[in-house]
T-cell receptor, first 114, second 112 residues
Framework: AQSVTQPDIHITVSEGASLELRCNYS??????LFWYVQSPGQGLQLLLK??????LVQGIKGFEAEFKRSQSSFNLRKPSVHWSDAAEYFC????????????FGKGTHLIIQP | NAGVTQTPKFQVLKTGQSMTLQCAQD?????MYWYRQDPGMGLRLIYY???????DKGEVPNGYNVSRLNKREFSLRLESAAPSQTSVYFC???????????FGPGTRLTVL
């Protein structure tokens, strides 16, 4: 079955440390890939997206993600996290490139330690 | 430019009551979506409308109906609310460019 997996439910990182959030997908072809962030009580904001071309994509707020076809992965990274990065992060996939909606992972809750 | 707006922000219903969640976008997008978010489940697609005049079921449509009133507005109706429909509901609209979706602030619904 087609799916999006975020293996880590919670991640705790010290402020200033580096961050990597994992995302794996299971689809026949390379889908469109997205990372969204949700601050408490808020809607979702797009961090970055991948469709084709350069496998390392840059996003807002200093985030980047790398698409690895061989591993069916699209991991999110940030070199140095700030307390304001504490939030829920969702990986999402559009398998067909059409208008029939995104499939989301279950999310990773990021906690920042001072 | 307000983006995607949703009303109400909060709602408490009793089992069996009905209500309509409203969504509007001012970005001239063709496609609109309703998702529900439950703890540990991520977002799941309820219904979507690829263009004005069309609607289709998503992953979890049971217990819901939708109306694409015009290009701007896409409403979600619960005819007879059940406690299992307690959730946070998000509306989204989609650009034509690479399927980027823009989300509203959400409606937090509790069914007692």
């Amino acid at each position: 079955a087609q799916s999006v997996t975020q293996p880590d439910i919670h991640i705790t990182v010290s402020e200033g440390a580096s961050l990597e959030l994992r995302c794996n997908y299971s689809y026949g072809a390379t889908p469109y890939l997205f990372w969204y962030v949700q601050s408490p009580g808020q809607g979702l904001q797009l961090l970055l997206k991948y469709f084709s071309g350069d496998t390392l994509v840059q996003g807002i707020k200093g985030f980047e993600a790398e698409f690895k076809r061989s591993q069916s992965s699209f991991n999110l990274r940030k070199p140095s996290v700030h307390w304001s990065d504490a939030a829920e992060y969702f990986c999402a996939v559009d398998p067909g490139g059409g208008a029939d909606g995104l499939t989301f992972g279950k999310g990773t809750h990021l906690i920042i330690q001072p | 430019n307000a983006g995607v707006t949703q009303t109400p922000k909060f709602q408490v219903l009793k089992t069996g009551q009905s209500m309509t969640l409203q969504c509007a976008q001012d970005m001239n997008h063709n496609s609109m979506y309703w998702y529900r978010q439950d703890p540990g489940m991520g977002l799941r697609l309820i219904y979507y409308s690829a263009s004005e005049g069309t609607t289709d079921k998503g992953e979890v449509p049971n217990g819901y109906n939708v109306s694409r009133l015009n290009k701007r507005e896409f409403s979600l109706r619960l005819e007879s609310a059940a406690p299992s429909q307690t959730s946070v509901y998000f509306c989204a609209s989609q650009t034509g460019n690479y399927n980027e979706q823009f989300f509203g602030p959400g409606t937090r619904l509790t069914v007692l």
